[in-house]
């Protein structure tokens, strides 16, 4: 399953948390999560095998990070010292930070069975394959739906309850998301990047021999 997911987070720099949070399955665009709080999320997350999509991975892996850090998860590098890739064990994660802090994924093994079944999820920035705002996405791929707004300052305690607005306004801004996705997943762009999916086009149009 591949997913796009959000969060909405609080303004108040004395109490910082995700206060909504919503996932959206990108083949069939139907909600698959929605929930006022982080737990719920990564609980949503925990018995899975998925790829989750965020747009902009750098602010709302902040948020990841600091989940697993508090959570009892362990920092794996993901290779040993001749660069092999290693298996991630059980509550582990591995990211792909760059020394600037750009994010480009971060793997997280929440079970490792011993037939090497995973429950692990791999969260991709999706700003990294549409370089654009929420609302010029609707707008470019013409899509039916448009983004909306809400009132980001509004105070919303521990516990708070969304309102059908706010649920609108948050399935949307996935759903919009996850429909461009899944154009460029049929159009073969299955890459983490626009840069990748570039250079797989050209190995393709070179061919392996002339590559």
Same mark, same amino acid.
């Given at each position: 399953?591949? /997913?796009? #997911?959000?969060?909405? &987070?609080t ?5 910082v ?16 999560h929605?929930g006022?709080?982080? $737990?719920? =999320?990564?609980? =949503?997350l925990s018995?899975k ?7 902009n991975?750098?602010f709302d892996?902040? =948020?990841?990070l600091?989940?697993?850090? &508090?959570?009892?998860f !362990? *920092?794996?590098?993901?290779v040993?010292?001749d660069?092999?890739? +290693?298996?991630?064990k $059980? %509550?582990? *994660?591995?990211?792909?930070? &760059?020394? $600037? ?5 971060i793997e ?5 069975? !011993?037939? !090497?079944?995973?429950?692990k999820?791999?969260?991709y920035?999706? +700003?990294? !394959?549409l370089?654009f @705002?929420?609302?010029v /996405?609707?707008? #470019? *791929?013409?899509?039916k ?5 809400i009132?980001? %300052? #509004? ?9 059908p ?5 948050i399935v949307?801004?996935c759903q919009i998301?996850?429909e ?9 762009l299955?890459?983490?990047t626009?840069?990748s999916?570039a250079?797989?086009?050209y @190995?393709?149009?070179?061919? %392996? &021999?002339r590559w």
């Open positions: 399953m591949k /997913i796009m #997911a959000d969060f909405e &987070t303004v108040d720099p004395n109490d948390r995700v206060w909504a949070g919503c996932a959206v399955d990108i083949e069939a665009l139907e909600v698959v929605i006022n709080d982080l $737990d719920s =999320f990564m609980e =949503f018995n095998n998925t790829v989750c999509y965020f747009h991975l750098k892996g902040e =948020f990841i600091h989940w697993l850090f &508090t959570h009892g !362990k *920092f794996s590098p993901g040993d010292a660069g092999k890739k +290693l298996p991630l $059980d %509550k582990t *994660f591995t990211c792909l930070i &760059t020394d $600037d802090g750009l994010f480009y994924s997280v093994c929440f079970h490792r069975h !011993k037939s !090497k079944k995973y429950e999820v791999v969260f920035d999706s +700003l990294k !394959k370089p @705002k929420v609302a /996405i609707a707008k #470019a *791929f013409e899509l739906m448009a983004k909306g707004e009132d980001y %300052k #509004a105070h919303r305690p521990l516990g708070y309850e969304l309102t607005e706010e649920k609108e306004y949307t801004d998301v996850a461009a996705l899944k154009i460029q997943i049929e159009q073969g299955k890459r983490m626009n840069a999916d250079l797989n086009g @190995k393709k149009i070179l061919g %392996k &021999t």
